[in-house]
């Protein structure tokens, strides 16, 4: 018998003897290559989502009715005075920017607003690093990570939270400002990006579906 042919025939023999495990190690192989190709895909979509917009977070003084309408109203407030000029700012660093220097602006009119509801609390606010899990808003859906975060805390800051992302504006309100807004989001996200946070009506159906599997994924590293 020739070499080849032994040699062949020897792999043949081995191929019989162990194919459950080769097929066992063949899946494992296809589905270690799915989850690092999901891995590196939400990686690269997170990261340009986390890096283009800049979030917006009201902290209550407490969970009290009273303490939750003041956290609204400061919102609305905080909103109202900035809003106009924040729509003005071309990416996420020149909002950043336009925020840190209005840091006292936007202290100033969350005190009043406190004053006006016969309350004295201390207010904070900081623009920082934030951990947010996925979270929506109307038909947007953001994924879990570390965002920038225009951050105002009422009093001992430990009531239920309000959060919006403050840039692109979608706090705003009005049709057409919402229209711009979504247009401004586009416009800031890579079109991939944009595809998975804005939600079709089909997508509503299966909310946080996607980006549960991103936090899982970021769980695992």
């Known amino acids: 018998m020739k070499r080849e042919e032994y ?13 459950t495990d080769i097929l066992i190690s063949f899946i494992l192989a296809f589905v270690i290559a799915l989850i690092l190709a999901a891995n590196s895909y939400a990686q690269r979509v997170t990261e340009n989502i986390t890096q283009s917009v800049v979030r917006f977070h009201v902290l209550a003084n407490s969970d009290s009715e009273h303490d939750q309408s003041i956290k609204l109203k400061i919102r609305d407030s905080v909103l109202e005075a900035i809003g106009e000029r924040i729509v003005l700012c071309s990416d996420r660093e020149s909002a950043e920017e336009f925020l840190f220097e209005n840091k006292e602006l936007i202290k100033d009119v969350a005190e009043k607003t406190v004053k006006e509801n016969g309350e004295s609390y201390n207010v904070s606010v900081e623009l920082s690093d934030e951990y947010y899990p996925v979270r929506y808003y109307e038909n947007t859906e953001f994924p879990p ?16 939270n309000w959060w919006c992302v403050m840039y692109p504006p979608l706090c705003l309100n009005g049709e057409a400002v919402e229209q711009k807004n979504s247009e401004m989001l586009k416009n800031t996200l890579s079109d991939e990006s944009y595809e998975i946070v804005v939600l079709s009506e089909e997508n509503n159906k299966i909310p946080e579906f996607k980006f549960k599997v991103v936090e899982l994924l970021s769980d695992l590293k």
């Open 145 to 160: 990570g570390l965002y920038k975060s225009l951050r105002v805390i009422i009093g001992n800051g430990e009531g239920h």
């Open 7 to 19: 040699i062949m025939k020897n792999i043949i023999n081995i191929l019989k003897k162990n194919k």
